[in-house]
């Protein structure tokens, strides 16, 4: 299980008696409970002060309500290739799907590389660090950060035994063009928004990792209108825009079809972008991310409930 998902389950907990109680007296949760400082283990008085009913009541409406939920989410249907106990972001090129799992949650890294033509799999242990993964020149790197000295901590690519690549210190590297520059984020310049650059030039801003497609296009999305807005970009040109502040590009099929995952109803999914009409691409709820392994099949991350 993942460590953060009891952060999870209360974010929700607490999004459920907002939505019911009112925020204002859900917040005066706290107030109530300072109080109680004879038997602070007991919730039961402090939330029916704050909310009129008590802890063990509310738990139960709370379960109630997401089960009859969960009756109507769709799980993603396929064969299972892999499973871990940690997310982590699929990467691809034109032959290949990679990226890194970890089946028991305390053990090393595992590299999965998907073979798109014969669709077979092969692993491989060894001192990987957490992170995307990233192909350059047919060797297989991590994005992340780590002591690269005993007094200096570095953002970049790191190899399978976690020494960085030389000249990607400083940066998120997104991938690399067909002539061989880099498309980063540069870590420096990034505090308030982050800074796309290509090789050594500022590009613009996003708000999402950054998919290159074959002709060496970057699609990307930003958020917009204070976070309200959410706008899918292709080289800079907007290509649609809708309410909300979550999405992610996956993959660009022959067509030029774009597909990306963003919430649904119920969970994400994964939806298709083509002739200026965005298409639902599956029916599942619990998509995380997604590669396409051709026009017709699609590698698929999901969680497990």
Excluded at 35 to 58: A, C, H, L, R
Excluded at 129 to 146: C, H
Excluded at 196 to 205: C, F, G, S
């Amino acid at each position: 299980m993942q460590g953060d998902i009891y952060y999870q389950i209360g974010g929700f907990y607490n999004l459920f008696l907002a939505q019911r109680y009112g925020l204002k007296n859900i917040n005066s949760y706290f107030k109530y409970k300072s109080q109680d400082w004879y038997f602070p283990i007991f919730t039961n008085s402090s939330m029916k002060d704050s909310v009129g009913v008590d802890f063990e009541d509310t738990l139960s409406a709370f379960s109630e309500y997401y089960a009859s939920l969960a009756q109507r989410l769709v799980l993603a249907e396929g064969e299972p290739i892999a499973s871990s106990q940690f997310y982590a972001n699929m990467s691809h090129d034109k032959d290949e799907i990679f990226f890194l799992i970890n089946e028991k949650g305390y053990t090393k890294e595992t590299l999965l590389v998907f073979n798109k033509k014969n669709e077979s799999v092969s692993v491989d242990r060894d001192s990987w660090m957490s992170g995307k993964v990233i192909k350059v020149d047919d060797k297989y790197y991590t994005q992340g950060s780590n002591h690269i000295s005993p007094i200096s901590i570095k953002q970049g690519l790191f190899d399978d035994e976690a020494f960085i690549k030389e000249g990607s210190e400083g940066k998120m590297i997104q991938g690399y063009l067909s002539d061989g520059r880099c498309v980063y984020f540069d870590v420096k310049s990034s505090y308030d928004y982050p800074q796309l650059y290509v090789d050594t030039e500022y590009y613009d801003y996003a708000n999402s990792s950054v998919i290159i497609d074959k002709n060496d296009n970057l699609y990307y999305f930003k958020n917009e209108n204070k976070g309200k807005k959410r706008t899918l970009y292709k080289n800079k040109k907007p290509l649609f825009t809708y309410n909300g502040f979550y999405g992610i590009v996956s993959d660009v099929d022959s067509s030029g079809a774009v597909y990306f995952v963003a919430n649904s109803e119920l969970g994400t999914t994964l939806y298709r972008y083509k002739d200026a009409k965005v298409t639902r691409a599956s029916k599942a709820d619990n998509i995380l991310d997604a590669r396409l392994i051709n026009d017709k099949e699609v590698l698929v991350g999901g969680g497990r409930f």
